[in-house]
């Protein structure tokens, strides 16, 4: 089975550095994926962490640990557009296909 | 194109009612996910299709129903649903189902059972 854990809310200022955590437990590892997802609207695909370290793209970057079961998602330079859910989810494999689950996420406001 | 359209945006219906919703996707995917959405909660997978075969089907009840007509189409079909059905629906795809692939999400069909 798969548990993801992630804080549900955060604060943080305009134009400053957020770090977003998500541990999980997992029963094999096939990548960790962040979305982003408005309210009311479709989530949006971020990044997709298979090897551990942290991949850059622009002012998004993830971070994997394998051997800790961790990752965590840096917004730098926030805009009040970042204010959002964000998501993270383990691919399970299984029948041949492989299924997302997601964590509860984290809601991001960003404040002036 | 990196589009996944879904139809309606809005549905309202009542117990007795029987409806469908639209999903459709030309990125030539070949897998197709329905998940369900309660309001603050992460998405739930109900159904997953790769190649056009339904591969997954998460204990959903009946009363939804999935179809696959063709590798750019699917649909869920609603029938005798109740109030606690109402939610967001999601459709998303992706690549393939053999390999995580990102999935690309539709903007979801918001329903509410009367």
């Known amino acids: 089975g798969q548990n993801i854990d992630q804080p549900t809310e955060m604060t943080a200022t305009e134009g400053a550095i957020v770090q977003i955590n998500c541990t999980y437990q997992t029963s094999g590892f096939n990548g960790l994926f962040w979305y982003q997802q408005h309210a009311g609207e479709a989530p949006t695909f971020l990044s997709y962490n298979v090897l551990d370290g942290l991949e850059e793209k622009g002012r998004f970057s993830s971070f994997l640990s394998r051997s800790k079961g961790y990752s965590y998602l840096l917004l730098k330079e926030l805009q009040m557009k970042d204010s959002a859910s964000y998501l993270c989810a383990v691919p399970d494999s299984g029948a041949g296909s492989y299924q997302l689950t997601f964590g509860k996420g984290t809601k991001l406001s960003v404040i002036p | 194109d990196t589009e996944v359209t879904q139809t309606p945006k809005h549905l309202v219906m009542g117990m007795t009612n029987k409806k469908s919703l639209k999903c459709e996707q030309h990125?030539?995917?070949?897998?197709m996910y329905w998940y369900k959405q309660k309001a603050k909660k992460p998405p739930e997978l109900m159904f997953v299709y790769s190649y056009e075969k339904l591969s997954i089907n998460e204990s959903v009840p009946s009363r939804f129903s999935p179809e696959c007509p063709n590798s750019s189409l699917l649909n869920l079909h609603l029938h005798a649903l109740q109030p606690e059905d109402s939610a967001l629906y999601l459709c998303?795809?992706?690549?393939?189902?053999?390999?995580?692939?990102?999935?690309?999400f539709g903007p979801g069909t918001r329903l509410t059972v009367t």
């Open positions: 990125m030539g995917h070949r897998a």
């Open positions: 998303a795809s992706s690549q393939g189902s053999g390999t995580p692939y990102e999935q690309y």
